[in-house]
């Protein structure tokens, strides 16, 4: 029987085997009052530090094609059930598409990911794609992520010979709360598209949107669900519950079970990329440092149709908690701009109230 003082020791000793953790140990993560948050965050961290050290990964979303989409995923501003004025557009032309993955990259981003809204690919847009992604690899030569709702093999397979290094395609929650959040696909569908992405060589991107309604036992079969696919790549989003959408209405997160999430995301995937995604800034907050220990990436300005802190206050918290930005030359910043001596006043008050209102035009989630 593991003392209560070495359990958390015994937990970062088990994720670093990569041994299987209990249902019963992931709800206490997740739930037990008993734990002491800062004993968490400090072994999730050791797990942490073994694979990636100091080092936060910067990722920048590209919205590429946005609204018009025909599904009705509860939490989506871009769903054909939202009220939320999102600005709707068709897919963006190559040539600026290019020129934005070129500008990423001379910013030092480490991966362009291009989200696009609607239900999944179709030939015409596959070739379409498979175009812009071949041209990024042979013009820019950045690492490529696609969004684009549901894959099948055969268009996975081209995508993956024109240069896409990574699929991602969220499984958002888990098989069974699935249908109080979307009635036009299925868990099973989700699956399949990570499936079949694997199949063709991709990488797969999948995690989930934590704060609509789920129980424990939900977010312990997403993550489980995650460790079985041996997913590499995992963006944890936390619901920014906005007026006009379907799912929203829910007040079930706060800073310290935001931390548990990722903690236990961290345990149970000891060497995948975790992510804090859509809606970190409101519901972290003033825990987003602890958070870096455990996730090891973070998304920068803004997700599909939120705002997100700009780029400067997020190295600045990074780098005031001791991390460190990775490939952070290419940044090219003022070095006063992320130096923890600037003062500055928060100049994005909404953002602090995870309550926003359908007037700042937000909705939640990052991607398909
Ligand atoms: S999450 Fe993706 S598939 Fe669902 S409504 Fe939004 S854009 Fe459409």
Redesign the pocket.
């Known amino acids: 029987m593991t003392s209560e003082s070495n359990k958390y020791q015994a937990w970062t000793d088990k994720a670093l085997a990569n041994e299987d953790f209990s249902r019963e140990e992931c709800l206490e993560i997740l739930a037990s009052p008993e734990i002491d948050l800062l004993k968490l965050a400090s072994a999730a961290g050791d797990v942490r530090m073994k694979t990636f050290g100091k080092k936060v990964k910067i990722h920048q979303i590209n919205n590429v094609q946005n609204?018009l989409?025909?599904?009705?995923?509860g939490?989506?501003?871009?769903?054909?059930?939202?009220d939320l004025p999102v600005n709707k557009y068709a897919l963006k032309p190559e040539d600026e598409i290019v020129e934005e993955a070129r500008q990423a990259k001379e910013r030092g981003v480490y991966r362009y990911c291009m989200?696009?809204?609607?239900?999944?690919l179709n030939d015409k847009r596959t070739d379409q794609f498979a175009n812009i992604i071949g041209r990024i690899r042979d013009e820019v030569g950045i690492k490529t992520c696609l969004?684009a709702?549901?894959v099948e093999y055969e268009q996975a397979k081209k995508l993956k010979e024109a240069g896409l290094d990574r699929l991602n395609h969220?499984l958002?929650t888990s098989e069974s709360h699935t249908p109080e959040v979307?009635t036009?696909?299925t868990y099973q569908d989700r699956l399949d598209t990570l499936r079949n992405s694997r199949q063709a060589g991709l990488e797969n991107c999948s995690g989930m949107i934590a704060g609509m309604g789920e129980s424990d036992n939900d977010v312990v079969d997403v993550v489980f669900e995650v460790r079985r696919l041996a997913v590499p790549s995992i963006p944890i989003n936390f619901l920014v519950p906005v007026e006009g959408n379907r799912v929203y209405d829910f007040d079930q997160l706060d800073p310290i079970r935001c931390v548990r999430i990722l903690c236990l995301f961290r345990f149970l995937n000891p060497k995948a990329e975790i992510r804090m995604g859509g809606g970190r800034e409101g519901h972290l907050r003033g825990l987003q440092s602890l958070a870096l220990y455990a996730a090891n990436s973070v998304f920068v300005e803004g997700y599909?149709v939120t705002r997100g802190d700009r780029k400067n206050k997020v190295f600045r918290l990074i780098k005031d908690a001791g991390f460190e930005i990775e490939n952070e030359e290419a940044f090219q910043i003022e070095d006063d701009e992320v130096s923890s001596k600037k003062f500055s006043i928060d100049d994005n008050p909404s953002i602090l109230n995870p309550k926003t209102t359908k007037a700042q035009g937000c909705a939640p989630?990052t991607?398909?």
């Open positions: 609204g989409c025909p599904e009705d995923c939490y989506c501003g871009q769903s054909k059930d939202s989200v696009s809204s609607g239900t999944g969004s709702g549901f969220n958002n979307v036009t696909h599909l989630s991607s398909s």
